[in-house]
Structure formats: structure tokens, C-alpha cells
């Protein structure tokens, strides 16, 4: 009876019968063995999001780059590191994903190759040189594949976010963009609170600041209003 | 009663009355506000053996760049990011240190500028450069440093360990060096234990493998010896 009761429970959620995908976390990308290129984020927002999402009935998975939390109840989460890795894991089930949500920081670049071993300094060498190349747009390609889901991307900016964000939304094919400014030090990577911009073709929604369990609330009713349209 | 007990128990500690300084963990170069360049030291080991020296009654202080681990119990713990705050740190105390030991992967570059807002994909450009200057190289600052401490570095290396283990001890102007393979997963960076050789002047010593709790005890016991000669 308990389990009848709570299969009821979840068939009442918005997202039932939905397969939301997540992407969350920084990527890292390796140099060599040892070092690599990374960036702030913690995985905050996208675990949030995951755990919201799931307690709305959505069959969620999380393609997550290395954080420290865990995985959120009743979600399937796959760990990865590279950009590329992130990537192959998204399409490998986009003929399955109703909707797909892009919060991971994912690294633009990565060094044009991995070396084998150690790279030494050298005592002569005052200088040194990495060379990157661009990573594959995730949620470009998402977004811009026949077989696309409902694409959300972010955008974490420092200066003219709306400005920066609404372009973003046209050039990558995005139905959704969730916009913040990560030069306030109150909100982002390693907060627990958020505050955002959702825009999407037809107009925006002002989040004031909350908490990320909240703000991932906020945004899943966005989508889910953006869905019925 | 406890106290006069506890303060007696410190006090037969091979290393009471003796300040000792560890650095520990990786660094973390800034390349913009929210990207930078790190490696993929735990801090495991430079833990271990703050815990160890405190143990034997040392007054221990601990600087630390970005980790999850908590600070040991008895250990004055100085969080730091750069290779340059971490030198900063370490010179700060070096006149009333007697020991210090140099367990940190430091980055051996960091990049030429810090942009002050993030830097932005340009979608023309397939390539970018990252432009990196030598960072200060610290143990090797501090064992040529007029007040210098009794010095001991860590090599970590992917080939020809004992090699450039001897001649890194030489060229800095160490006391001691432990050096371990890296290349070899069962031990290193994100694991709980180690393998490694200690190297000084006019010996040797292997230490098979073990806990990183344990390699710090037998690491303090090869300074013990050193510093009575």
C-alpha cells in the first residue's frame, strides 16, 4: 500500500513521464597528467535542479563534472571530466530527453593535446605556452540537433547579462536561457542562494534572490509553461 | 590534573619545542574570474603529517591551498590559492621555523596576467593562447633563505624518479626529498596510501607501501635523524 501510495505521489508531478536531462558542474580539462584547466562551479544549481526535477515525477539524469556532492534521491547520475565526455554522454540519449537543461560550466577551450607524461619545467624557461582549442558547444549542439528536446541553456556573465544572455538564446537555438551575473560575490558558484533572468523567445521572468532549491523550483515552472505552449 | 597529564604527554613528543611548517595540497592559478589552472593534488599526505607532527608534539602550522579536508586537531591552518600566497605565507614564519616541509604540488606556472572579467569565446577563433610566467619556486626560496629551517621537498614524478628526485635535492638546496611515482595509480594523489624513497645527503631510504598516516611517521622519523646528526 505504501508503494501504491507513493507511486500516486509521483504520478501527480509536473514532469511526470518526462526524461529530463541535467548537465552539472565545472568540466576539467587535462594538460597532463597531473594538471589541468578547471573553473569555479560547484554543482550547486544543476544538483538542485536534478532533485527538484525528480520530485516533480521527471525521470532525471545528471551528467555531472567532478564536484563533492552527492547524487540527489531517485536520480541517475553519470560522472564525467572532459567537455568532450560531457558531450558524448548528452547525445548518447537525446532520442529519449524531453527536456534538457545545460547548467554546467563547461570549459570553452582545452589544450589542443594531453601530454603523456609530467611536462617539466625548465630552468632556462622564464616562459611558457599552452595551446587550446575550442570545445564542442554542448548545448549548441543539443539544441541544433533533428532530434532536439526542450534546450535550456545559462549564461554566467560578469558584465551586460541580459544583453549577452539574449544572444546566447537566438545564436545557439536555445528555447530557454537562465541568466546570471556572477560578479556578485552573494550569489553563484559557491552560494547556496542564486539570483537570475529567464528569457525565452517571447519574454523573460525576473528571479529575485532565493535559494538554489527554490530557484530550481522557479525554473522548472517556467519550462513547464514554455512546454504547454 | 588532565592538563598537567596531557601537557606531560606532549612534551615527550620527539618533536616538542620545534615549529613546523608543511604546505600542503595543490594551488590554484587564476586565469580569469572564474577559470584557473590546477592539478589534481588531495592534500592527503601534507595532512597526514601536520597530524603526525602534532602528534609528536610539534607546534604545527598548516598552509593549505584549496582542499576538502578539515584542518587536523592542534594545527594552525593558513588557507591560500596561488603559488604566490603560498610563498608569502611561508616566509612569513621562516624565521621561527625549525622545520619545514614542502608537501604541496605547487603550479609551476601560472598565467602572465589575471583578465579582470571572464574572457570571453570569440566565435571566429578556433585557438587561444594562455601565456604562463614561472611561479616562485618555494621550497627552493626558502632553503636558500639566510634563516633557513631544515628543508624538505617532494617530487612527484611520472619517470626516472630517483633521478630527478637526487637531482632536484641538490640543485634546490634540500635537506631531504621524498620522491614517489605518480604514474602509478594504486598510490598518490587522490589515494590513502603512498610509496615513496627518501633521499638526503648521504643516504637513502625506501618506504614501501603503507598509509599516508604511516609514510608521515616514518617521514618524521627520517627528519628526527637528520636533525640530530
Same mark, same amino acid.
Given at each position: 500500500q505504501i508503494t501504491e501510495l507513493t507511486a500516486e505521489y509521483f504520478e501527480e508531478?509536473?514532469?511526470?513521464g518526462k526524461h529530463v536531462v541535467i548537465t552539472a558542474g565545472p568540466t576539467q580539462e587535462a594538460i597532463d597528467p597531473v594538471r589541468y584547466i578547471s573553473n569555479h562551479s560547484s554543482g550547486k544549481m544543476g544538483y538542485a535542479l536534478a532533485q527538484a526535477a525528480a520530485d516533480q515525477g521527471a525521470q532525471v539524469t545528471l551528467i555531472s563534472g567532478p564536484t563533492n556532492l552527492p547524487c540527489p534521491d531517485r536520480v541517475e547520475r553519470i560522472q564525467v571530466k572532459s567537455a568532450e565526455q560531457m558531450l558524448e554522454a548528452s547525445l548518447q540519449r537525446i532520442s529519449e530527453t524531453d527536456v534538457f537543461i545545460a547548467s554546467a560550466a563547461v570549459a570553452d577551450y582545452r589544450p589542443s593535446e594531453i601530454a603523456e607524461h609530467k611536462i617539466k619545467k625548465v630552468d632556462g624557461e622564464d616562459q611558457m605556452i599552452i595551446k587550446l582549442v575550442k570545445n564542442p558547444d554542448i548545448v549548441a549542439t543539443v539544441a541544433q540537433?533533428?532530434?532536439?528536446? =526542450?534546450t535550456v541553456g545559462f549564461a554566467a556573465e560578469t558584465q551586460d547579462v541580459a544583453q549577452y544572455a539574449q544572444a546566447k538564446l537566438a545564436r545557439k537555438n536555445l528555447d530557454m536561457i537562465v541568466a546570471n551575473d556572477v560578479?556578485?560575490?552573494?550569489?553563484? =558558484?559557491?552560494?547556496d542562494n542564486n539570483a537570475a533572468t529567464v528569457f525565452w523567445g517571447s519574454g523573460q521572468r525576473e528571479l529575485e534572490l532565493m535559494s538554489k532549491a527554490q530557484m530550481a523550483s522557479e525554473i522548472l515552472n517556467c519550462i513547464k509553461t514554455q512546454l504547454k505552449d
Open positions: 508531478g509536473a514532469f511526470t540537433h533533428p532530434e532536439r528536446p =526542450f560578479s556578485n560575490t552573494k550569489i553563484g =558558484f559557491n552560494s
